[in-house]
């Protein structure tokens, strides 16, 4: 069975970087789309980033865009979020989902597996 597991949320002044980080099972990558999404108290489930299966296709909200970058490491089964000058509105529980859509996407009815979510708080 699938399963994924983040790690690398926490608190961080305005301006700073986090790196989460998603542990996928083994030869997960190469078979789904992964995702990152993220959820802020009172609003819906939004669509950050994503990774296609072959690597060279990446999706990026207009939110986090030159701010956010993902990459995976498929020795590893590790998919990581790279995040740079971070924001109080980036504060939100993130998550990583895995899809078997052909295509990255924000949509996400499209992922059917999903992690617990790693707190992101962006306070000074």
């Known amino acids: 069975q699938l399963q994924l597991v983040e790690s690398g949320g926490g608190l961080v002044q305005p301006g700073g970087s986090l790196r989460l980080s998603c542990a996928a099972s083994?030869?997960?990558?190469?078979?789904?789309?992964i995702g990152w999404f993220r959820q802020a108290p009172g609003k819906e489930r939004e669509g950050v980033s994503c990774?296609?299966?072959?690597?060279?296709?990446?999706y990026y909200a207009g939110s986090v865009k030159g701010r956010f970058t993902i990459s995976r490491d498929i020795a590893k089964n590790m998919v990581y979020l790279q995040m740079n000058s971070l924001k109080p509105e980036d504060t939100a529980v993130y998550y990583c989902?895995?899809?078997?859509?052909?295509?990255?996407?924000?949509?996400?009815?499209?992922?059917?597996?999903w992690g617990q979510g790693t707190q992101v708080t962006v306070s000074s």
């Open positions: 989902a895995a899809g078997l859509t052909p295509y990255c996407t924000s949509s996400r009815s499209l992922f059917g597996s």
């Open positions: 990774i296609s299966r072959s690597g060279g296709a990446h």
């Open positions: 083994k030869d997960t990558l190469d078979r789904y789309v």
